[in-house]
């Protein structure tokens, strides 16, 4: 089993919509988790942060945790097309960062 | 100072030869990381300095890879006797604590050929 999992994707949506991102982790002690975007050809930006169970919103960013299930997701609201890109989900775990495989998320206009 | 710099940005070589890579972190950054990205993969962790002190080296650094921070500031990656499994993208990343994520440079794009 991966540390941290993702759905490759593609995920499709159109603009407007509403995109959910998820991701599912194996440390059961992990206590902070992270969603990255990366662009093509570029490094991994930081667009959230959560620690504690429940819901975090920032502008059009919504992350959620689960730590009983293991799962964290992103929502992205009012998706545009700069949107598309790839959506990394990293767990601090064993004192370091531990990426997934990133879901690349296309939205059309 | 605006953020974590990385130099090349690209670096083409023959198979077998000898390459250093530089990364410079945001200045009140004590902690340094470097990462390997290969095409549709995430980042893979490959070490982490604590300002000078090398505090961990993930299992995927073969004996042809060395890391250095001297005085803490800069790093430098080398991979010795390159192969063409060793083509990716280099990422070098900062942070001051571990609550708030790290940041990345641009990377060095390696290609070997």
């Known amino acids: 089993q991966k540390e941290v999992e993702q759905n490759s994707g593609p995920l499709s949506v159109p603009e407007g919509a509403i995109a959910s991102l998820n991701c599912t982790y194996s440390?059961?002690?992990?206590?902070?988790f992270f969603w990255y975007r990366q662009y093509s050809g570029k490094s991994p930006e930081l667009i959230m942060f959560i620690y504690s169970n429940g819901d975090k919103e920032d502008g059009r960013f919504t992350a959620q945790l689960n730590k009983a299930s293991q799962y964290v997701s992103l929502l992205i609201r009012d998706s545009q097309p700069s949107d598309s890109a790839t959506y990394l989900c990293a767990v601090f775990t064993f004192q370091k960062l531990v990426f997934g495989t990133g879901t690349r998320l296309l939205v059309s206009p | 100072d605006t953020g974590v710099s990385q130099d090349p940005r690209h670096k083409i070589t023959k198979r077998g030869q000898n390459v250093t890579f530089r990364c410079d972190p945001i200045s009140e950054h004590n902690r340094l990381y470097w990462y390997r990205q290969t095409l549709g993969q995430g980042p893979e962790f490959l070490t982490y300095f604590q300002n000078e002190a090398q505090l961990e080296k993930s299992r995927l650094l073969s004996d042809r890879f060395s890391a250095e921070r001297p005085k803490g500031s800069f790093s430098t990656l080398e991979i010795q006797r390159t192969e063409q499994g060793d083509s990716a993208m280099y990422l070098c990343?900062?942070?001051?604590?571990?609550?708030?994520?790290?940041?990345f440079g641009s990377g060095t794009r390696l290609t070997v050929v």
């Open positions: 990343a900062s942070s001051a604590t571990d609550n708030y994520g790290y940041t």
């Open positions: 440390d059961r002690g992990s206590q902070s």
